[in-house]
Antibody, heavy 119, light 110 residues
Framework: EVQLVESGGGVVQPGGSLRLSCAAS????????MHWVRQVPGKGLEWVSQITWDGDSTYYADSVKGRFTISRDNSKNSLYLQMRSLRTEDTALYYC????????????WGQGTTVTVSS | QSMLAQPPSASGTPGQRVTISCSGS????????VNWYQQLPGTAPKLLIY???QRPSGVPDRFSGSKSGTSASLAISGLQSEDEAVYYC???????????FGGGTKLTVL
């Protein structure tokens, strides 16, 4: 079964850091680009970042550029999101998503991990 | 980051055909495929339509997508109660080097 499982969410103070992980299974992880997408409860989806299959190229939303770093370890079938200088507006449910055979079409999603930035 | 423009809500009765619009620009919808996602209450989003009008396996053919210029549409025919969800369009934006999502359309089946 194709599956993505996020972890690492929690409560952190403004200015703090957190590292999210996403464990992939059921597919050849290093064949596909991966994404992080977030959602404030009750609000819409906001794309956060994308990494190519080999990790050579990364892309970020303007709202997180310079503060978040996406990375992957293909030997561990894992995706990461290092978040620094966190702000209250980063509070959201963070999903990792697998890109399908069509560019930028996210065909598998995890259940998400919650990040709360609060003093 | 700019978003694609979607109506916040839509509604229809069972059996009816409903369309949801998604408006963008030349740097996103005008030059890249549009994908549609369905998010049922309390669940993760699910890919519904990719590359304008392709359906992943398991998605009923009641769902279809189209594009004209810098706008795209999702059509749902034979509306069913289980179609009640929020629908998002998304596309890569060449100017932003980012994926942009629409704000989402909440579909109510009356």
């Amino acid at each position: 079964e194709v599956q993505l499982v996020e972890s690492g969410g929690g409560v952190v103070q403004p200015g703090g850091s957190l590292r999210l992980s996403c464990a992939a299974s059921g597919f050849t992880f290093d064949d596909y680009p991966m994404h992080w997408v977030r959602q404030v409860p009750g609000k819409g989806l906001e794309w956060v970042s994308q990494i190519t299959w080999d990790g050579d190229s990364t892309y970020y939303a303007d709202s997180v550029k310079g503060r978040f770093t996406i990375s992957r370890d293909n030997s561990k079938n894992s995706l990461y999101l290092q978040m620094r200088s966190l702000r209250t507006e980063d509070t959201a449910l963070y999903y990792c998503a697998k890109e399908g055979s069509d560019p930028y079409a996210m065909d598998v999603w995890g259940q998400g991990t919650t990040v709360t930035v609060s003093s | 980051q700019s978003m694609l423009a979607q109506p916040p809500s839509a509604s229809g009765t069972p059996g009816q055909r409903v369309t949801i619009s998604c408006s963008g620009s030349s740097s996103n919808i005008g030059s890249n495929p549009v994908n549609w996602y369905q998010q049922l209450p309390g669940t993760a989003p699910k890919l519904l339509i990719y590359s304008f009008n392709q359906r992943p396996s398991g998605v009923p053919d009641r769902f279809s997508g189209s594009k004209s210029g810098t706008s795209a549409s999702l059509a749902i025919s034979g509306l069913q109660s289980e179609d009640e969800a929020v629908y998002y369009c998304a596309a890569w934006d060449d100017s932003l080097n980012a994926v942009v999502f629409g704000g989402g359309t909440k579909l109510t089946v009356l």
